[in-house]
């Protein structure tokens, strides 16, 4: 299968609880990074895993956290939610570490916490 | 901050004209890409040009580099209604993270 895909397409979650979002890389990238989206903003950088490892994270609370497994699919993990968390959570994979040669990203999970 | 930033924020076009975005940034760069999004849906890399280059071409896309000046543009020619989309550039500093500007929001109109 190429591309990346991200599930689910949309959830909705009540402040304060948990949610699990997943990703599966495009074939053959080692490489996925999470980014947060707010409507009318461009991509916020969350973290990055290579070989199941965090290798890079941005200005998010440790309340976000992340998996990458060994076929290099990945989850996002979001404790704690908060009205602020309502965006698209957007993955991308790279076959190099750093995106060097760019990234495709999959359409995304809208999250709506209420 | 964002490291980059697009310029305009809004772009209305009639079917057939060139469409140019511009982005600015603010520290050395390894590479810059851009991206186009759809109605808020993923993001599809469009064109990838690295510090040491001047311009590249992708089809009906254009894309010249100043390191000097920090900035980039990007050229649409001969627009189309599939081209209406939110165009972002995103900055690679040759770490592990992408920076996004908050887009530039582009119409053509048939």
């Known amino acids: 299968e190429t591309g990346v895909t991200q599930s689910p397409t949309h959830l909705i979650k009540t402040r304060g609880q948990q949610v699990t979002l997943r990703c599966s890389s495009q074939?053959?990238?080692?490489?996925v990074s999470w980014y947060q989206q707010a409507l009318g903003q461009g991509p916020q950088f969350i973290f990055q895993?290579?070989?199941?490892?965090?290798?890079g994270r941005g200005n998010f609370p440790p309340r976000f956290s992340g998996l990458q497994f060994p076929n290099y699919s990945s989850e996002l993990n979001v404790n704690a939610l908060e009205l602020d968390d309502s965006a698209l959570y957007l993955c991308?994979?790279?076959?190099?570490?750093?995106?060097?040669?760019?990234?495709?990203f999959g359409s995304g999970t809208r999250l709506t916490v209420v | 901050s964002q490291q980059g930033e697009e310029d305009p924020q809004a772009l209305s076009i009639q079917e057939g004209e060139n469409a140019t975005m511009n982005c600015s940034y603010k520290?050395?760069?390894?590479?810059l890409q851009w991206y186009r999004q759809n109605s808020g849906r993923g993001l599809v890399h469009l064109i990838l040009?690295?510090?040491?280059?001047r311009e590249k071409h992708s089809g009906r896309l254009r894309v010249t580099l100043d390191t000097s000046k920090k900035s980039s543009s990007l050229l649409i020619t001969a627009s189309r209604a599939a081209d209406t989309a939110s165009y972002f550039c995103?900055?690679?500093?040759?770490?592990?993270?992408?920076?996004f500007g908050a887009g530039t929001t582009v119409t053509v109109r048939a």
């Open positions: 991308a994979s790279s076959l190099v570490q750093g995106g060097g040669a760019g990234y495709t």
């Open positions: 074939s053959g990238h080692n490489t």
């Open positions: 895993y290579y070989r199941e490892e965090e290798n």
């Open positions: 520290t050395s760069i390894n590479n």
């Open positions: 040009i690295r510090s040491n280059e």
């Open positions: 995103a900055t690679d500093l040759n770490d592990y993270k992408l920076s």
